[in-house]
């Protein structure tokens, strides 16, 4: 036990330097812009009443809310707080995950500390605008981060921890969990020389229980709204709304573009994965194998389903986001590659395979990190320095820490500092907060706020979240477009009429008479003088 203390320690800095460096964590900068005042709404009900993100809550088969509010009551902590403490606990587990999937494959404590750092550094995946470690604290990111687990936990044959850990990860975000679930219930139905089919099913057993619990939760929560009809399908005028708002749903406004890059990562992930093969446990293989496979199925899938049959569930299911097992798995492989060949002593193809492992979380576009220098600097040097790594301890060098500390740690300075990759634009500022302070103490809690002059910037959404009180429209809640048609059709109308045409004076009478009681301009459009009534 003591000796797993070192290795607990240094997965623990792995967690922080990607929590706080590369790829970095954020709130109320995307999608916790509006599960904050929906989460703020289930605890209290005074709040946000005239919301329609927050009296539309989509939460209701998820147990983030739950988990959340719980947190809330038992430690008197505010939203942030709990919500921020899930992320770091759940991004160590996925880290732990990786390592454990690294020591499966027989990579020594060490190197598999560097493995986990490489896959911790994130990718983002462009086309489904999705993310192997997400910035935000949301449901997504908990899930995913339990998938890395059971697939470790699976690869040393804990079966019943491995489908415990998917089904947590089910209870927060089942549509994350669908691909792993695919791959199992196939790997258990598949003859086993290692494993009885009884052993199988005791995997499964968490899930059964996480099914039950989900159900149960739905049934009780407060102001639940139900979803859109599982078999009806989108009508012309939302698929143009949704085309608008949220064209990663619809993979034909991306797939031209970024479909080739998947395909360059699925061929990474396929050689990557022959090369290792023989060192994989059985269940391993079928997880690594498996998971790419589903992920770029689920693109012509997804396009099937939505703009072939137009079926109103794939929207709120977002099949393509399956896809990031592709850049993960090509990423993971990779890495276990590269300490193949170190280990038989080809430490230059070791750095070959390093090569797309760093790339991912250099640019979106991997070809920008070999055309940009400053990002191909700092991928030559990361790659050639976990190489050398990886050759140093498979052949025991007594100087085989110092450098592997250097392989660990340096990407997540360099990435973010020399190579200048930004995951996310600053949001947040001193005016913002002040003007959320003085709402939230000064305004009438069921006050209605308008940004006219805001267009699609995102910071109406950080002024909801902070101040508790309501947006009539921003343009960030126009992403429950997703959820449900009525939304849909009161979002557009309120957006098409006051922000979209951009701010007018004129304008001035017809914000109030909708029952907006407070609008806030930027400076440049200051009004001099008395308002007329």
Not at 268 to 285: K, N, Y
Not at 292 to 302: A, D, M, T, W
């Amino acid at each position: 036990m003591r000796k797993n203390i070192p290795i607990a320690g240094f997965l623990l800095l792995v967690t922080l330097l990607g929590f706080f460096l590369m790829p970095g964590h954020t709130y109320l900068q995307s999608d916790t812009q509006i599960y904050a005042p929906i989460l703020e709404r289930l605890h209290d009900r005074a709040l946000f009443g005239r919301d329609p993100v927050a009296t539309r809550p989509h939460v209701a088969f998820t147990i983030y809310d739950e988990a959340a509010n719980s947190l809330r009551r038992l430690t008197k902590a505010d939203l942030q707080t709990v919500l921020v403490a899930q992320q770091l606990v759940y991004r160590f587990l996925g880290v732990l995950g990786v390592y454990l999937t690294a020591t499966a494959v027989g990579l020594p404590g060490p190197a598999a500390v560097l493995a986990s750092a490489v896959l911790g550094l994130g990718a983002t995946i462009v086309g489904p605008s999705v993310l192997t470690f997400e910035y935000e604290p949301v449901p997504r990111g908990f899930a995913v981060m339990l998938i890395l687990l059971a697939i470790g936990l699976a690869a040393h044959g804990r079966d019943f921890w491995a489908g415990a850990a998917a089904s947590l990860a089910f209870l927060y975000h089942a549509p994350t969990t669908v691909p792993f679930w695919v791959v199992y219930f196939a790997l258990t139905l598949w003859p086993s020389e290692t494993k009885t089919m009884a052993r199988r099913i005791w995997g499964l057993s968490p899930l059964m229980a996480a099914v039950l619990v989900l159900f149960v939760l739905s049934r009780m929560q407060p102001g639940m709204v139900g979803v859109e009809g599982f078999c009806s399908t989108i009508p012309p005028e939302q698929e143009e709304i949704q085309r608008l708002r949220a064209s990663y749903n619809w993979v034909s406004t991306w797939a031209g573009t970024w479909v080739w890059q998947y395909l360059v990562l699925s061929a990474v992930a396929g050689l990557a994965l022959w090369r290792i093969f023989r060192r994989m446990p059985e269940d391993l293989r079928w997880l690594l194998c498996g998971l790419p496979v589903i992920g770029l199925l689920s693109i012509p899938v997804s396009y099937i389903l939505l703009e072939g049959l137009k079926w109103s569930l794939i929207p709120q299911y977002q099949p393509a986001r399956a896809v990031l097992f592709v850049t993960a798995v090509a990423v993971l492989a990779s890495v276990l590659a590269a300490y193949r060949e170190a280990e038989s002593d080809r430490p230059w193809l070791s750095f070959l395979w390093l090569v797309p492992a760093y790339a991912a979380p250099l640019a979106p576009r991997l070809q920008e990190a070999i055309l940009l220098p400053r990002k191909l600097t700092v991928l030559v040097v990361s790659a050639a320095l976990s190489a050398l790594a990886f050759w140093a301890v498979a052949k025991g060098r007594r100087w085989a820490s110092l450098v592997l500390a250097l392989a660990t740690v340096l990407p997540f300075y360099l990435i973010p500092g020399w190579a200048k990759t930004v995951n996310y634009p600053v949001l947040h500022h001193q005016d913002l907060d002040s003007l959320a302070t003085w709402a939230r103490l000064d305004t009438p809690v069921d006050a209605v706020f308008l940004f006219p002059d805001a267009g699609r910037e995102l910071y109406p959404g950080v002024f909801r979240a902070k101040a508790k009180r309501a947006l009539y429209v921003d343009w960030k809640s126009g992403g429950q477009v997703n959820y449900h048609g009525g939304f849909t059709t009161e979002w557009w109308e309120r957006w098409n009429s006051l922000v979209a045409p951009g701010f007018r004076i004129p304008k001035i009478r017809e914000y109030f008479e909708r029952e907006i009681d407070y609008v806030v301009l930027k400076s440049k459009n200051r009004l001099p003088g008395v308002i007329p009534a």
